[in-house]
């Protein structure tokens, strides 16, 4: 059964900081891992989509990373701004026919002006 | 193309009442999912479908949740019976064919008192 673990589970920082989120996972039979950002009470907001042949993708101030065989993502983000105070979670999904997707608990993130 | 919509968005009912949601995926977006998220936890995988057809059910599903999507547009999952542990955020997701990346909904909150 895939599990997927986030460290930290809470991060604070002050505005302008680049930091790294992390998200490892036990199964590395994924067909691709997904980020994304949730606001309080809000839905997800996709972020990055790495699929399972790509090392890395970036957009903007964000940059995600992938090894699959050590089980590891981590989310690049720099020059942090307030607005990026937000839940971070990570999501894969398994190879195959399966479209479901396994996520961590999420990484509360919280930048001070 | 106004993005995965669901109603309610907050829903409070009482034990043993039957409350019913809707979702409403992307245009042309042939997979729609459902999700449940409960305070300080990822989302979890309940079902999803591929046009009209539901492929896959979680064990989370039980026998008082039923999910139908006919004509293979838009979506509604009922819960029969409510029980306090039915309280949670229920999220929606919507893919389009060849596209893996999973587009959410802003959720309904369900509140059992």
């Known amino acids: 059964k895939q599990e997927v673990t986030q460290i930290p589970a809470a991060l604070s920082v002050p505005e302008g900081e680049n930091l790294v989120l992390n998200c490892s996972f036990t199964d590395s039979a994924i067909y691709n891992l997904q980020w994304f950002r949730q606001d309080p009470g809000k839905g997800l907001t996709s972020l990055l989509l790495i699929q399972s042949s790509q090392r890395e993708q970036t957009s903007g101030r964000l940059n995600a990373s992938l090894d699959k065989s050590s089980g590891r993502s981590t989310l690049y983000i720099a020059a942090s701004q307030p607005g990026d105070s937000a839940t971070y979670l990570c999501?894969?999904?398994?190879?195959?026919?399966?479209?479901?997707?396994?996520f961590g608990k999420g990484t509360l993130l919280t930048v001070n002006p | 193309d106004t993005g995965v919509s669901q109603n309610p968005r907050h829903k409070i009912t009482k034990r043993g009442q039957n409350v019913t949601f809707r979702c409403d995926p992307i245009s042309e977006h042939n997979r729609l999912y459902w999700y449940r998220q409960t305070l300080g936890q990822g989302p979890e995988f309940l079902t999803y479908?591929?046009?009209?057809?539901?492929?896959?059910k979680s064990r989370l599903l039980s026998d008082r949740f039923s999910a139908e999507r006919p004509k293979g547009s838009f979506s509604t999952l009922e819960i029969q019976r409510t029980e306090q542990g039915d309280s949670a955020m229920y999220l929606c997701?919507?893919?389009?064919?060849?596209?893996?990346?999973?587009?959410f909904g802003p959720g309904t909150r369900l509140t059992v008192t």
């Open positions: 997701a919507s893919s389009a064919p060849g596209d893996h990346e999973q587009y």
């Open positions: 999501a894969v999904r398994r190879r195959g026919s399966n479209y479901k997707l396994t």
């Open positions: 479908f591929q046009n009209e057809a539901q492929l896959e």
